[in-house]
């Protein structure tokens, strides 16, 4: 959801995104595709938690301003090989989310 209340689909913003998850900590680069041209969209890394429905980022590192000591609370599923997460944020729904498993 952007600064206006409205859903941005990322596959129409042209994005690509990995995100690596540790034993202990995550980080995500995310490119946008511009006419053919790979650029720098966003990122991230920290440490993180998780129980068996939420999922808690803490960005140590990122280029979208969080602040320290933000943090991040996903309801998830693990369907298959794929990662689904949800972002509520004061009772809205922020973010939505689907990650494949690459290996």
Do not use: C
């Not at 946008?32 to 998780?50: L, M, R």
């Not at 009772?91 to 290996?103: F, N, Y």
């Amino acid at each position: 959801m952007n600064e206006n209340h409205e859903w941005v689909d990322y596959q129409n913003l042209n994005l690509s995104a990995i995100k690596v998850i540790s034993a202990r900590h995550f980080s995500f680069t995310t490119m946008k595709n511009v006419d053919g041209v790979s650029q720098f969209w966003a990122a991230g890394s920290g440490t993180y938690q998780a129980t068996a429905t939420e999922y808690t980022e803490r960005p140590e590192l990122n280029s979208f301003g969080a602040t320290k000591g933000a943090e991040f609370v996903f309801s998830y599923a693990i369907k298959g090989q794929e990662l689904h997460t949800q972002r509520v944020e004061n009772g809205e729904l922020k973010e939505v989310e689907v990650w494949q498993r690459l290996d």
